[in-house]
């Protein structure tokens, strides 16, 4: 029995062992600030962002056409709000709607950079208008925010872009690497027409970038249990996209004589097997760098849990939603309530975890679900991205430079749920990073397609004084 128990001991003296030697490697990843001028940015930018609120851009659906008065409309306001940036940067206009802007470098060795946003908009829900602050395209600035739709996702960024541009041509800077501004025009329907031709187009011309930047990434404050400080989320990677229709076809019938197999019963069940038996969570890149760079931040306990995933990594990938998740998201079927319908249908959506794919999930489905369900992929699908290095020349430089902008921030690379058009850019770039500083707390997240989308005046001159020292930094 004593052999036991010290067996027991020397186990339990093992683990601990273990716990502690890996809790006390788990060490801080942050990269030393550099002291950096301050940036003087009158108030007259937030006339330019309210104006180009006012445009709406808006992208119904992937079949929709562009309304041309409002693209073409916020193009002029571009012309005219930055007349230097017409004169010394080329244009060109990708599917008509698309910008591409190329400040040319000096030192034609060096590989390019490329600066991303999207114009376009998504739409405002009409029965919920009284509830905003302002009306949604009217570009009200109040005194601490501007109002509208595209504050935050995502004109912001690139009002923010065309001023440190304009503000460099000012102080007659001249970047040593070429620098392209990428502006698509349909991102929030999937961009098959805007950044995936822009990026086609550059790689017919054999460009090929050191880094692309695309929103995507934030300044997350108070969003992180434990961990006080503001973190800059820079998101290497996203999730992949796609969209299933269950199909569940039958002969009907009467509802006084309901089948053992009903039409919604066996739609109703697909459903409610998906929920119960969804992809499991799985600790991959970039997923592990958030684990190492958040828990070197956190309490002796909780680092020990982030330092040691072996044993504690289902509840942290839980909380990090590190899965390919499930939701049902549009269902029909039937026309009277006496009548069992024929066809029944359901559109299930997920978003895709790196190391899984668009038909490793369709096989999930199908081994899940009944057999005789139809199952049909259904509108934009696209694989999650590559993962971009930590390593590179590129992801230092735009470390070193939201330290040295935001100093009490912690910087941490991360995976995002949602799509971006960055998505497209993998095969003209070493590197494809997510990240312009929009100060995300629990009181905002609402207004990313959401009610009363709107931003600080000051995280508005933030954006821009980081877009500024950036292309100083690259420069």
Do not use: C
């Not at 998504?122 to 600035?141: H, R, S």
């Not at 024929?342 to 096989?363: C, D, H, Q, W, Y």
């Not at 369900?373 to 939201?402: C, M, R, W």
């Amino acid at each position: 029995m004593k052999k036991i128990l010290y067996f027991l001991l020397a186990i339990i003296l093992l683990i601990a062992a273990v716990l502690l030697f890996n809790t006390l490697r788990l060490t801080s990843k942050q990269v030393a600030s550099e002291p950096i001028k301050e940036l003087n940015i009158t108030d007259n930018v937030f006339q330019n962002l309210s104006q180009a609120v006012s445009y709406p851009t808006i992208s119904f659906s992937e079949e929709s056409i562009p309304d041309s008065t409002a693209f073409n409309g916020f193009h002029q306001f571009l012309d005219s709000t930055f007349p230097l940036i017409r004169k010394n940067l080329s244009l060109e206009k990708i599917s008509e709607y698309s910008l591409l802007y190329k400040w040319e470098g000096t030192d034609s060795s060096k590989k390019p950079i490329i600066l991303m946003s999207h114009q376009d908009v998504v739409p405002v829900d009409e029965p919920t208008l009284e509830n905003w602050e302002a009306g949604p395209f009217e570009g009200k600035i109040s005194n601490t925010h501007i109002i509208g739709r595209g504050t935050m996702d995502d004109k912001s960024s690139l009002i923010a872009v065309m001023e440190s541009v304009e503000k460099l041509l000012q102080e007659s800077f001249a970047p040593s690497q070429t620098i392209y501004l990428a502006f698509g025009h349909d991102e929030e329907v999937g961009g098959k027409n805007g950044a995936a031709q822009i990026a086609a187009h550059l790689k017919k011309k054999g460009i090929h970038a050191a880094m692309t930047l695309d929103e995507g990434g934030f300044l997350a404050d108070g969003m992180i249990p434990g961990i006080e400080k503001s973190v800059a989320m820079v998101n290497l990677a996203e999730k992949g996209f796609a969209s299933f229709r269950l199909i569940v076809e039958t002969e009907g019938g009467h509802s006084s004589q309901p089948p053992r197999e009903n039409t919604i019963g066996m739609l109703a069940q697909a459903i409610v097997d998906l929920e119960s038996n969804q992809l499991p969570y799985k600790l991959e890149k970039p997923v592990d760098y958030q684990l190492e760079y958040i828990g070197a931040e956190l309490s002796f306990f909780k680092k020990m849990a982030f330092a040691n995933p072996w044993l504690f990594k289902k509840p942290i990938l839980k909380a990090l939603n590190a899965h390919t998740t499930t939701a049902p998201t549009i269902i029909g079927g039937g026309v009277k309530n006496n009548v069992i319908p024929t066809v029944a249908e359901a559109t299930i959506n997920f978003r895709i975890l790196p190391g899984e794919s668009i038909e490793s999930v369709k096989k999930h489905i199908e081994e899940t679900i009944s057999d005789k369900i139809k199952v049909e992929p259904v509108g934009f699908l696209t694989n999650p991205s590559p993962v971009s290095k930590i390593d590179s020349d590129a992801y230092k430089t735009l470390e070193k430079t939201i330290r040295s902008v935001f100093p009490e921030a912690l910087v941490v690379p991360g995976l995002v749920g949602g799509g971006t058009d960055a998505r497209y850019f993998y095969d003209i770039s070493d590197d494809v990073y997510r990240f312009y500083p929009m100060r995300i707390n629990a009181d905002n997240m609402k207004g990313f397609h959401g009610i009363d989308e709107k931003i600080t005046k000051e995280n508005y001159k933030e954006i821009i004084a980081f877009t500024y020292n950036l292309i100083k930094k690259f420069g």
